[in-house]
């Protein structure tokens, strides 16, 4: 009787297993990813194509809702809003980090840990409340702040979200409180990651604190500072619920935002073929931007090998 020969299969070498471990732990990411992300991208390019009522099927209409955003006095408007929000509160909310971040960076300072933990603790708390609380601190008759303004200067308070000339500025205040935790503590990191011998050497050298702070610290915080101008530049594009809750786009479209206006259109007009034109459009704005400063920042970031000669 012949024996049969059971010849085992080729095995699969170390590393092919590891790469098929690494494959099987991003796959649910790159499925998420398709599903939740590119999936609607190619949604909203068809859609924006189409006019829809969020009730009936859609229509082709062409171009026309492209068309109709270079007409409409209130998309243009809204983007007005945005872009010098933007450019009031994105400076405002680096320096103010930045600023706290070097106050905080400070060990000697008793109770490091709590005075971290109460400037962060905004980061964490619902925009909606939020916007509540400084509701009620802007409010013009019992809020805080126009109480103050009247028991120290003894005249009484503007109405700030009223004023057309104060919402915009009252609502950058309000953002730079909220986001300098989170701004603070990447600060924080970056200060972290600076070798304390080149603060040492520049001392040798003779080198003060504001000598030390423009030749050493803030270029190599250029990175940090870098990646908050990107982050702050998206979530100006992105600021809904002060609008929604506190202003409502109000007064006289002074804080009539970009995301605030795009929710009219589609939930509220029920226009979603047009607001995802309006979405679109702005999204190829903002990639226009992201990489308009991607590559002006290659004239001032660096990093701490292009200062010290690289290893």
Avoid: C
Wanted: proline content about 6%.
């Amino acid at each position: 009787m012949t024996a049969i020969n059971m010849r085992p299969g080729p095995a699969i070498s170390a590393r092919t297993r590891e790469a098929l471990n690494g494959y099987a732990f991003v796959s649910p990411w790159v499925l998420g990813f398709f599903i939740f992300v590119i999936g609607p991208m190619i949604g909203l390019v068809w859609l924006s194509f189409h006019r829809w009522d969020l009730i009936g099927d859609p229509r082709p209409v062409g171009w026309r809702n492209y068309e109709r955003l270079f007409s409409d006095r209130l998309f243009l408007k809204s983007m007005e809003v945005t872009i010098v929000y933007g450019l009031g509160r994105v400076p405002l909310g680096i320096i103010v980090a930045l600023g706290t971040a070097l106050l905080l960076n400070n060990r000697r300072i008793q109770f490091i840990g709590i005075w971290r933990t109460i400037y962060y603790m905004p980061v964490v708390l619902p925009p909606v409340a939020v916007s509540l609380v400084w509701m009620w601190i802007y409010n013009p008759r019992y809020g805080i702040l126009n109480s103050t303004i009247q028991q120290v200067l003894g005249v009484p308070g503007p109405r700030w979200l009223d004023d057309p000339a104060l919402v915009l500025p009252s609502l950058m205040i309000m953002a730079v409180w909220v986001a300098a935790g989170r701004n603070m503590i990447i600060y924080l990191s970056g200060l972290q990651g600076i070798s304390n011998e080149l603060y040492e050497a520049s001392a040798i050298d003779g080198a003060g604190y504001w000598r030390q702070f423009f030749r050493i610290t803030l270029p190599l915080l250029t990175p940090v500072i870098f990646f908050n101008l990107i982050t702050g530049m998206i979530d100006t594009f992105k600021l809904f619920t002060q609008a929604y809750v506190m202003t409502e786009g109000g007064p006289r479209n002074q804080s009539l935002f970009f995301t605030y206006y795009l929710f009219q259109k589609g939930f509220a007009q029920y226009q979603m073929g047009y607001a995802s034109a309006m979405a679109l459009v702005v999204f190829i704005i903002i990639m226009a931007l992201t990489l308009l400063v991607f590559r002006w920042s290659k004239a001032w970031v660096f990093y701490e090998g292009e200062l010290t000669g690289g290893a």
